[in-house]
């Protein structure tokens, strides 16, 4: 199976959370074996909006690490899913759906403290080179 390019989504929200700016990892649990990371969604203040925050996720771009055809299938069409979702719920309530739906194969992450940064876009991709690796 051929990899798909990676994405990347950056959309604007204005909510209040509690702990800003953060990221969390996005992982895949294979019936057999240790969790793999497959994204990084990153919450940041927007510099622009006072009390506004940017929303940015990426997803890995080669899937042949993470499992056999069928789960990287299912993975991929998971990835374009979330980015679709999140187009259509916002942000927000995209993350409280992933807080609430995933089962045992997909695992989010605690809220990791993110730095503030004028370069989102070079912190998504430093944090995902740092916890997803390709």
């Known amino acids: 199976m051929r990899p798909r390019n990676d994405k990347l989504l950056i959309i604007n929200v204005g909510i209040q959370l509690t702990n800003p700016p953060f990221y969390i990892l996005l992982h895949y649990a294979p019936p057999s074996g240790a969790p793999v990371s497959i994204a990084v969604l990153l919450y940041l203040l927007d510099p622009d909006v006072k009390g506004e925050f940017k929303w940015f996720m990426r997803f890995r771009k080669d899937w042949n690490p993470v499992g056999d055809a069928d789960a990287i ?22 993350l409280e759906y992933l807080e609430d739906t995933l ?21 998504l991709n430093d944090l995902f080179h740092r916890y997803v690796g390709n």
């Open 103 to 123: 089962s045992n194969s997909l695992l989010l992450s605690e809220r990791f403290k993110a730095m503030e940064t004028e370069d989102p876009i070079s912190h």
């Open 73 to 94: 299938e299912v993975l991929q069409s998971l990835a374009d899913d979330l980015y679709a979702k999140t187009v259509e719920l916002g942000p927000r309530l995209l």
